[in-house]
């Protein structure tokens, strides 16, 4: 169950702002369809999730633990660090389709989320935990907290929403995680 709720809390703090995020408020406006874009956004989570987690387990089962715990407390910090800069997403990049919104939303997102920071932060979790399917679940749940509030809310609330504020508090979590796995202090805190 920890893994299931620090995965949420971790991914619904680095996905505000991101591109994945400005992308649902895209397709938001554009198609004003939420009900397809809500579940083309899970479908592709899982999916990328999934395989983002399974590559985590892997990680942890094929690498030594002293090399996993640097790669771990260096790659939040990378991802803290990456949090900071802010995504931008081309509306450009969002063609119609005659497949419809659904699948539109499942290519586009599940391509959008390939080597994202929310990715990354998925591979991470999983290598430090090992129950797969709480990482996936949790970080599944985390993108929908932060993207679907986008999609009802379209281009009417992003003009004022801190995203700057959120990625400050998202890239101190990062770090913060970082340095208790660098420090050895994991096993006290997960």
Same mark, same amino acid.
């Given at each position: 169950m920890e893994a299931f709720l620090v995965s949420a809390l971790a991914i619904?703090?680095?996905?505000?702002?991101?591109k994945t995020q400005l992308l649902a408020l895209?397709? =938001?406006?554009?198609?004003?369809?939420?009900?397809?874009?809500?579940?083309?956004?899970l479908v592709?989570?899982?999916a990328n999730h999934a395989l983002a987690a399974w590559l985590g387990q892997w990680v942890a089962s094929n690498v030594s633990p002293d090399i996993l715990k640097w790669a771990l407390g260096l790659s939040f910090l990378a991802i803290? =660090?990456?949090t900071l800069k802010p995504d931008e997403m081309e509306e450009s990049t969002l063609s119609e389709s005659r497949y419809g919104v659904f699948l539109l939303t499942c290519v586009t997102f599940f391509l959008a989320e390939i080597g994202d920071k929310t990715q990354l932060a998925t591979v991470a979790l999983a290598a430090k935990?090992?129950?797969?399917?709480?990482?996936?679940?949790?970080?599944?749940l985390g993108m929908l907290i932060a993207d679907v509030p986008a999609v009802f809310l379209g281009k009417i609330a992003a003009p004022n929403f801190p995203f700057k504020l959120v990625r400050w508090i998202a890239a101190t979590i990062f770090a913060i995680l970082g340095i208790v796995v660098l420090l050895g202090l994991g096993n006290r805190f997960f």
């Open positions: 619904t703090i680095g996905e505000i702002g991101d895209l397709l =938001a406006a554009r198609y004003k369809k939420p009900l397809p874009i809500i579940l083309g956004i592709a989570t899982l803290a =660090a990456w935990y090992s129950s797969l399917v709480w990482v996936v679940a949790g970080s599944t």
